[in-house]
């Protein structure tokens, strides 16, 4: 039997221009919190939900850093019955873009009361549930160590002892940051890599390659997020 996937979102080249100016005009007006001026493919969507997806228990599901939603279709996907997901965006003109397209998403209208938003930095999120999966899109490298201590912090608070999470970081990046920045940046950045090497350590952390990205990307995985 021949089963046809309805279309999950409009993507059609004027949607995809659409969704590129909103990012591009982000980039330029916050681009310490956007990081990037490309969306996500769906393979590094795909990469970054792996932990949902096939036969699994119902999960509680944390989305960071949504941006236009290319990773947001992708979990609303892979949605089971039980799950529920909270949706995270520091950035009020991101959220507005995002319930906007949603409204037009099918996933979404099967599992709108499953799924809460929240606006704000992710440091601030309500200690209420604690997630089993948290898939993050938040761009660390443009973050001093203090926040990303605090993001981390938060997470442990929200997490349980066997969550599990991904994000992404663009492959070559941290050696370029590394070559161009100045002596007293340098000494900021190892800090932060420290900090990280302290976290893949503890967090089990397993790395792979998604290369059909604009650019592409390690996707990070991370277990036991509580510890
Ligand atoms: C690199 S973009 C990723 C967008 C989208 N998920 C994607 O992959 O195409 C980073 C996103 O994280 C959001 N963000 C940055 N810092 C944040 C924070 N502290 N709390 C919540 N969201 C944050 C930005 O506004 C932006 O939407």
């Not at 997490?159 to 999470?165: C, G, N, Y």
């Not at 007293?184 to 952390?205: G, N, T």
Request: hydrophobic share 40%.
């Amino acid at each position: 039997v021949e089963t046809r996937k309805t279309i999950k979102k409009p993507n059609g080249p004027v949607s995809l221009l659409k969704e590129q100016i909103v990012f591009l005009r982000e980039f330029f007006a916050e681009f310490k919190s956007t990081g990037t001026c490309f969306p996500s493919s769906k393979w590094a969507a795909d990469a970054l939900t792996r932990p949902i997806q096939g036969e699994r228990p119902a999960q509680n599901i944390l989305e960071l850093g949504p941006g236009t939603g290319s990773v947001t279709i992708k979990i609303l996907e892979e949605m089971q019955e039980g799950d529920r997901l909270t949706i995270c965006e520091i950035n009020p003109r991101f959220m507005q873009a995002l319930k906007k397209m949603l409204l037009e998403n099918e996933d979404y209208q099967k599992h709108r009361d499953k799924v809460t938003f929240f606006e704000g930095p992710v440091q601030s999120l309500p200690v209420e549930g604690k997630f089993n999966t948290i898939v993050c899109a938040l761009p660390f490298l443009n973050f001093d160590l203090k926040t990303i201590q605090e993001i981390f912090a938060r997470l442990k608070e929200v997490s349980l002892p066997d969550t599990v999470m991904t994000y992404y970081e663009y492959i070559g990046l941290k050696e370029i940051r590394r070559i161009v920045s100045s002596a007293e940046k340098k000494q900021l950045i190892r800090e932060s890599e420290d900090f990280f090497e302290e976290v893949f350590e503890k967090h089990q952390m397993h790395r792979s390659k998604v290369w059909r990205n604009l650019l592409p990307i390690y996707i990070y995985k991370l277990e036991k997020m509580a510890a």
